[in-house]
Every structure is written in structure tokens, then in C-alpha cells.
């Protein structure tokens, strides 16, 4: 610290920032050594009289990187009355569950009708979603590029490349 604080006193700029460069380095090197050891507060030092740097400073090798705490999968009475937002956040820290993403973007491999009129769309990566409600006229065709996003309260908007679409929900 007393080194940092040493070189306060410098008036040419590049000398006076190499002084800090180097004097820094050397303090959070000592400060990642010690912090493993003990969380014992840093001790005061008065300000250096001398109006120079201390002797150089060994360039300091950087902090090897300390493991992450380990996250376990939490009992049922550790997650009982814990929010589903909070549960999927538990669970994507453990890697139970990959991270959530908004939206997917593939090519309709196939569309059919259901027996109540609703399309289903087969998705080149395998998915099928089915039209929400049949009273959306769509020009869809086999091969085309849509998108799926996410919507409010858990719905999803097939976004078309002419900009129409339909609500849709995931069966497969």
C-alpha cells in the first residue's frame, strides 16, 4: 500500500502511472493470496514521505482462479414456497436445466390440420407446435423460416417472414 500511495507524490504523468501500474499489480496479487487465508481487514499504512517510487516491482503473476462454490440441487422442503422464477434460477446454477432462452428460429419441414381445424407445424429441429386458435388465416407454406418467441404468462407468438403469425403452443 505504502507504494501505491508513493507514487501520488510523482508530477510527470507516464512516470507517476507506471509508478501505479506497477505498484497496484503488486498489491492485488498480495490481496488474492491473502483473501483465501483469512478475511482479517487490511492494515492502515501512513503515506510514504519520499517524493519517489519504491524500488520496482516484480511483475505480479495472476491470481489463480478460485472453484465456484459448489450449488446443489435443493431437497422439496428446500424449494417448497420458492417462485417457479426462482426454482428455474436454482436450477440452471446447478445445470439441471439449460438457460432460458426467448426465442428459436427454424424452417417448417411440415404443416397439417387437426381435427378441429388447427395447423400443426413440424419444425426442422424436430418440434411440433399447434395453432392456438382457428380462426387465424395464415399464407404458410412448407420450407419457410419462422421464428418462435416467447409471450406474456407462458403463450408463444410463430412469427411468419411476411410479419403475420399465430399464437401457438408446444405439443412435442
Not at 493470496?33 to 505480479?60: D, F, G, I, M, N
Not at 412469427?159 to 403452443?169: A, I
Request: charged share 20%; glycine share 4%.
Amino acid at each position: 500500500m505504502q507504494a501505491v500511495l508513493a507514487c501520488r507524490r510523482i508530477a510527470q504523468p507516464s512516470r507517476r502511472l507506471e509508478c501505479f501500474d506497477r505498484a497496484s499489480a503488486r498489491l492485488a496479487a498480495s490481496l488474492a493470496a491473502a483473501r483465501p487465508a483469512s478475511h482479517a481487514p487490511v492494515a492502515r499504512t501512513a503515506p510514504a514521505e519520499s517524493a519517489t517510487p519504491a524500488a520496482p516491482v516484480a511483475a505480479a503473476r495472476p491470481a489463480a482462479p478460485q472453484p465456484a462454490p459448489a450449488v446443489k440441487r435443493l431437497s422439496a422442503q428446500q424449494a417448497f414456497g420458492l417462485s417457479d422464477r426462482a426454482l428455474t434460477a436454482h436450477e440452471v446454477a446447478v445445470g439441471a436445466l439449460p438457460k432460458p432462452i426467448s426465442r428459436i428460429t427454424a424452417t417448417l419441414r411440415s404443416i397439417t390440420t387437426a381435427a378441429d381445424g388447427r395447423w400443426i407445424f413440424t419444425l426442422s429441429n424436430g418440434q411440433v407446435w399447434v395453432q392456438d386458435y382457428r380462426n387465424h388465416q395464415l399464407l404458410v407454406s412448407r420450407g419457410q423460416r419462422v421464428s418462435i418467441s416467447r409471450q406474456l404468462f407462458g403463450s408463444y407468438w410463430m412469427q411468419l417472414p411476411d410479419d403475420t403469425g399465430c399464437k401457438v403452443e408446444r405439443v412435442r
